[in-house]
């Protein structure tokens, strides 16, 4: 019974973290389609339109969401097989089978404000105000492990859940960019200095579980270990022994929107270079740079210990008898106990400011036009961020079947991740 309540915790913990997932390389489709002034987001340098003025308006300059997970969903639920196969089932092992050691969910969006550029001779100039947001989910296969088979095999063991993380934030850029054609329109080299205004962020330093199970099985101690920075214009509540008991809402919608606190810097820098008429390279960083969160900070740092001996019923038979605990009163004894493993108090919550780092990436890539209607497409992508990147390696072939209409047709090749 004590292995089943365990696993059933982290299983519901595990279900609510894996939310939904899906593969999107967005950033690398948009990056050599012409006639799409965006393509300066992900190189300053390259300018895939040639009007001499663009101008973008809220809704209609773009909206990206991009979803991608170390995992495939369809590991876990699927249909299942004889009997069972018009039924969706959940397959630990099979989902089990699948992970990394580390394996990571990540969910990004963007919605463009406001965009206006204009182009000179040989120059052009933008400015743009972009909303950003983006998620991040990690959890280590040893957490899995532990749902897939208990703690039978560990008794006397101390089994190590492996670190968790959520990471998220919120924040408005407001960026302003330059590109100049140099050596007689073969290098183009392209600049973007960013303002950041964070809106909110929860940044994990550490969230860790470990399971240690008696050598004679009679008892089970949990154990945390978490430091979390957190910023958004909410105020905590305690309850009566002074633990974290949720967030009241002191704010209204327009004082978050507008918020100009929390400002931090970026920068992009890129090149593009046309080794002949028909072959171009370029490369590019996006996004280097951090957010110092300064107001309305909070950060939690709290290590708590569990041990569950079991319930005791026997004086919840007879109510006349001295010593008599409903069951239901010593259940709700034994949660208060559990939440209190999780759950911060008072005095382990401080307001120290802090710095989020945002994501960088990193585009090298190259392209080469068959004709003034088709060009072939290489470009590879690294992503980094807090300790951890990824890379992805794209073919791409882009037609244009008129002067409003362009196909492309887009394949990943490869994908790879690494945690420093």
Same mark, same amino acid.
């Given at each position: 019974?004590?292995?089943?309540?365990?696993?059933?915790?982290?299983?519901?913990?595990?279900?609510?973290?894996?939310?939904?997932?899906?593969?999107?390389?967005?950033?690398?489709?948009?990056?050599?389609?012409?006639?799409?002034?965006?393509?300066?987001?992900?190189?300053?340098?390259?300018?895939?339109?040639?009007?001499?003025?663009?101008?973008?308006?809220?809704?209609?300059?773009?909206?990206?969401?991009?979803?991608?997970?170390?995992?495939?969903?369809?590991?876990?639920?699927?249909?299942?097989?004889?009997?069972?196969?018009?039924?969706?089932?959940?397959?630990?092992?099979?989902?089990?089978?699948?992970?990394?050691?580390?394996?990571?969910?990540?969910?990004?969006?963007?919605?463009?404000?406001?965009?206006?550029?204009?182009?000179?001779?040989?120059?052009?100039?933008?400015?743009?105000?972009?909303?950003?947001?983006?998620?991040?989910?990690?959890?280590?296969?040893?957490? %899995?492990? +532990?749902?897939?088979?208990?703690?039978?095999? !560990?008794?006397?063991? @101390? #089994?190590?859940? =492996?670190?968790? &993380?959520?990471?998220?934030?919120?924040?408005?850029?407001?960026?302003?960019?330059?590109?100049?054609?140099?050596?007689?329109?073969?290098?183009?080299?392209?600049?973007?200095?960013?303002?950041?205004?964070?809106?909110?962020?929860?940044?994990?330093?550490?969230?860790?579980?470990?399971?240690?199970?008696?050598?004679?099985?009679?008892?089970?101690?949990?154990?945390?270990?978490?430091? %979390?920075? +957190?910023?958004?214009?909410?105020?905590?509540? !305690?309850?009566?022994? @002074? #633990?974290?008991? =949720?967030?009241? &809402?002191?704010?209204?919608?327009?004082?978050?929107?507008?918020?100009?606190?929390?400002?931090?810097?970026?920068?992009?820098?890129?090149?593009?270079?046309?080794?002949?008429?028909?072959?171009?390279?370029?490369?590019?960083?996006?996004?280097?740079?951090?957010?110092?969160?300064?107001?309305?900070?909070?950060?939690?740092?709290?290590?708590?210990?569990?041990?569950?001996?079991?319930?005791?019923?026997?004086?919840?038979?007879?109510?006349?008898?001295?010593?008599?605990?409903?069951?239901?009163?010593?259940?709700?004894?034994?949660?208060?106990?559990?939440?209190?493993?999780?759950?911060?108090?008072?005095?382990?919550?401080?307001?120290?400011?802090?710095?989020?780092?945002?994501?960088?990436?990193?585009?090298?890539?190259?392209?080469?036009?068959?004709?003034?209607?088709?060009?072939?497409?290489?470009?590879?992508?690294?992503?980094?961020?807090?300790?951890?990147?990824?890379?992805?390696?794209?073919?791409?072939?882009?037609?244009?079947?008129?002067?409003?209409?362009?196909?492309?047709?887009?394949?990943?090749?490869?994908?790879?991740?690494?945690?420093?």
């Amino acid at each position: 019974m004590k292995a089943n309540t365990i696993r059933t915790l982290f299983t519901v913990i595990l279900l609510l973290s894996l939310g939904l997932t899906a593969f999107s390389q967005g950033t690398n489709i948009m990056h050599f389609m012409k006639g799409m002034p965006q393509s300066s987001k992900y190189n300053p340098a390259l300018h895939n339109d040639s009007s001499t003025v663009v101008i973008g308006l809220p809704g209609l300059s773009g909206i990206y969401l991009g979803l991608n997970s170390d995992f495939a969903l369809n590991d876990l639920i699927h249909y299942g097989t004889g009997n069972m196969s018009d039924s969706l089932i959940i397959d630990i092992d099979g989902f089990h089978n699948g992970l990394k050691d580390q394996n990571y969910f990540r969910q990004d969006a963007e919605i463009s404000l406001f965009s206006f550029g204009f182009r000179t001779h040989r120059a052009f100039i933008n400015f743009s105000v972009t909303e950003k947001q983006s998620a991040q989910i990690g959890f280590s296969k040893s957490f %899995v492990t +532990f749902l897939k088979e208990g703690n039978a095999p !560990y008794i006397g063991q @101390n #089994f190590d859940l =492996g670190d968790m &993380d959520f990471n998220l934030f919120h924040y408005r850029e407001f960026a302003l960019g330059f590109s100049h054609e140099l050596m007689q329109g073969k290098l183009s080299i392209g600049a973007k200095a960013k303002a950041l205004f964070g809106k909110a962020a929860m940044q994990t330093n550490k969230l860790n579980f470990k399971v240690n199970t008696a050598a004679d099985g009679s008892s089970i101690l949990l154990q945390t270990d978490m430091s %979390v920075d +957190f910023s958004a214009p909410v105020t905590p509540k !305690y309850d009566e022994s @002074n #633990f974290f008991d =949720g967030f009241e &809402d002191d704010f209204t919608a327009d004082e978050y929107i507008l918020t100009s606190k929390n400002m931090g810097v970026a920068f992009d820098l890129g090149a593009v270079y046309k080794v002949n008429p028909k072959i171009m390279v370029s490369a590019s960083i996006i996004d280097l740079g951090s957010i110092p969160f300064k107001n309305n900070v909070y950060n939690i740092r709290h290590a708590q210990s569990y041990s569950w001996e079991g319930l005791d019923f026997s004086n919840s038979l007879d109510d006349t008898k001295p010593g008599y605990i409903s069951a239901d009163d010593m259940l709700d004894t034994e949660m208060d106990k559990l939440e209190a493993v999780v759950r911060p108090k008072k005095d382990e919550i401080s307001s120290d400011k802090f710095t989020l780092s945002i994501p960088t990436k990193l585009f090298v890539g190259g392209t080469y036009t068959m004709n003034n209607k088709l060009n072939f497409s290489v470009l590879d992508r690294l992503y980094m961020h807090n300790g951890q990147t990824q890379n992805s390696l794209s073919l791409s072939a882009n037609a244009m079947l008129g002067n409003s209409f362009r196909l492309q047709d887009h394949t990943l090749l490869l994908e790879t991740d690494t945690t420093i």
